[in-house]
């Protein structure tokens, strides 16, 4: 029988598991793609049952479960840091105890209860080691040096690692409160977005501005010698507040902060100033990455660079760390952020706990939940719901070349926030109004966020300039690339000339796959519009039923779920 490794992330944001099979991912779920509550931080039971169900394992049957982090050593952070700013952080303090001290703090108690496992297999790894090992264990490297770049975790908030056959060695930290990943994050709130969910908004904005007020961001963080930073905590509030992440001083440098859901609009002063600011702090992050992982070079001397934790998902600055560093190579977790902790967990007790064999590279995102066809058959005749069973690649490409934009749920859905062709919107790129008809009629959402092109790998250099050496990230959307002639007019394509590429091989979605291939055959192009199939502030779907009340809310004109076709008129 296989070994069986749980890990578990929870009670921040984004809360998942994530099942090991003698050291293989079989099953990887976030909480929110159940509970349908978009960051869920709560205990992922729900995640948890579906794992092990995935398996068909009890949890009797794993010989270890482990939590992505150290509560007690993140606890003593949290009250060294209220204590070191008290009284000015008094609300802080009351607040954060409050949280702590009612169910966080017994965690090493409550924890087997609530899984149903006994205490003696229950270990803790370290946050910023989880991220770590989420990107090297899933990595096809023997070597690699690792770069974590997140918020927080227990004390640190970057790292610099080394792994190898002997495990995973730390380099070198950074300790909170001096956060590249918290910086980003106060930049977000002040244009307006909520923290740890609207930094992509930030990236999308920077785009339209010129980072003409890099000084004054660099006045907020400063570089050090040998590649690091530190934060002037005069701007910001993170270290004392619980609910606000810049002081007074920050908004007389930059301005007042932006309303919440203010309309941006590039053509006037407001609008213009603000993308600056986003280009600015955007330029400062890629700056200080790129000096963060040279130095790691300088000291590993190795080809491969391994990365991860919530700053990674930053696909502009990840194109940087190959384009402006001198590794080969680059490989990220699909899922960096703290929901990627509980495969770190697990694969970090895998190899360095339990002790078993490498585990195999993550080849594959679809590691969440499938519908089965009869059961979709079933739930759509019981709703009264008009279908027709299709060859869901042929008709979907029919669909998408006569100007359709179509709901895809197909397979099991994908591990990270990426939608990577299983739980997909999908439209022509290159149709005329099709960026606006996207974000208006369907998304219901700001008209400056962009969508990805997902493409065939052959032709792929013929619409952009692929970045040697990011292969894998491409493969999970994660990294940008200047876009060529061809393809310059596309939905796809940033007001910038960039796009977050999303190449597409027949042995990991050959059902995708085939459905660009049809497409092409129609059009020309073996390329789709891709976004997540979700409406403005909700999770990606994973159900049928997600996928139908989606469709019925939304300007979809198609839905395929399995071999099943739903038109908007008859649904």
């Not at 130095?295 to 001397?301: I, K, S």
């Not at 770190?344 to 939940?369: I, K, N, Q």
């Not at 066809?373 to 719901?385: E, F, I, K, S, Y």
């Not at 999770?539 to 049928?544: A, L, N």
């Amino acid at each position: 029988m296989p070994r069986y490794v749980l890990g578990v992330s929870a009670h921040y944001h984004d809360a998942a598991a994530a099942l090991l099979a003698d050291g293989q991912v079989v099953a990887a779920s976030s909480e929110e793609r159940f509970s349908r509550v978009k960051h869920d931080a709560s205990l992922p039971l729900r995640s948890v049952r579906f794992c092990l169900a995935q398996a068909g394992v009890r949890i009797e049957d794993v010989e270890a479960v482990v939590y992505y982090e150290k509560p007690i050593r993140k606890f003593e952070r949290i009250v060294v840091t209220q204590m070191a700013s008290f009284p000015r952080s008094r609300r802080s303090f009351t607040r954060a105890m409050r949280v702590w001290l009612a169910d966080r703090l017994w965690l090493p108690a409550t924890l087997p209860a609530a899984l149903g496992c006994h205490p003696s297999r229950l270990y803790w790894s370290d946050h910023l080691l989880s991220h770590a090992a989420s990107a090297f264990y899933t990595s096809p490297y023997a070597e690699a040096a690792v770069l974590v770049a997140d918020g927080v975790g227990e004390w640190a908030t970057t790292s610099l690692w080394r792994g190898g056959p002997g495990g995973l060695e730390r380099i070198a930290e950074i300790r909170f409160p001096h956060s590249i990943g918290l910086l980003y994050s106060a930049f977000t709130a002040w244009l307006g977005f909520a923290v740890n969910d609207g930094e992509y908004k930030v990236m999308g904005m920077a785009a339209f501005g010129e980072p003409t007020h890099e000084d004054k961001v660099r006045r907020v963080l400063r570089s050090l010698p040998g590649g690091g930073f530190e934060i002037d905590l005069a701007y910001v509030a993170w270290h004392h507040s619980a609910t606000d992440s810049i002081s007074a001083l920050f908004e007389g440098l930059f301005g007042p902060s932006r309303a919440p859901g203010a309309v941006f609009d590039p053509t006037t002063a407001e609008g213009k100033y603000a993308a600056d600011v986003a280009a600015s702090i955007q330029k400062v992050t890629e700056d200080t990455l790129v000096e963060l992982a040279n130095e790691l070079h300088r000291r590993t001397g190795l080809d491969h660079l391994c990365y991860a934790g919530g700053v990674a998902l930053n696909s502009v600055a990840n194109q940087k760390l190959l384009a402006r560093t001198p590794f080969r190579s680059l490989w990220v977790h699909p899922a960096a952020g703290d929901a990627g902790g509980a495969v770190g967990a697990a694969l970090w007790a895998w190899h360095e706990v339990v002790g078993g064999a490498r585990s195999p590279p993550l080849t594959r995102p679809d590691l969440g939940w499938e519908a089965d066809d009869g059961a979709t058959r079933t739930l759509l005749t019981d709703l009264g719901v008009s279908f027709e069973e299709v060859d869901p690649a042929v008709r979907a490409a029919e669909d998408i070349a006569s100007g359709r934009i179509v709901g895809w749920c197909q397979g099991r859905s994908e591990w990270g926030p990426r939608a990577l062709g299983f739980r997909s919107i999908l439209a022509d790129p290159a149709r005329p109004g099709m960026r606006e008809a996207v974000n208006t009629r369907i998304k219901f959402r700001e008209l400056f966020r962009p969508f990805a092109p997902s493409v065939h790998v052959a032709p792929a250099e013929d619409w952009f300039e692929l970045t040697p050496g990011a292969d894998q990230p491409l493969r999970w959307m994660l990294l940008v690339a200047p876009v060529r002639e061809p393809a310059l007019d596309w939905a796809t394509t940033h007001v910038d000339g960039s796009a977050r590429v999303h190449l597409v091989e027949p042995e990991v979605n050959p059902l995708f796959h085939r459905l660009i291939g049809e497409l092409g055959a129609r059009t020309g192009r073996a390329a789709v519009l891709n976004t997540s199939f979700n409406l403005k502030g909700e999770p990606i779907v994973t159900t049928p039923l997600d996928a139908l009340a989606t469709f019925r809310r939304s300007g979809l004109d198609a839905l395929y779920v399995g071999p099943f076709r739903v038109a908007k008129d008859e649904a």
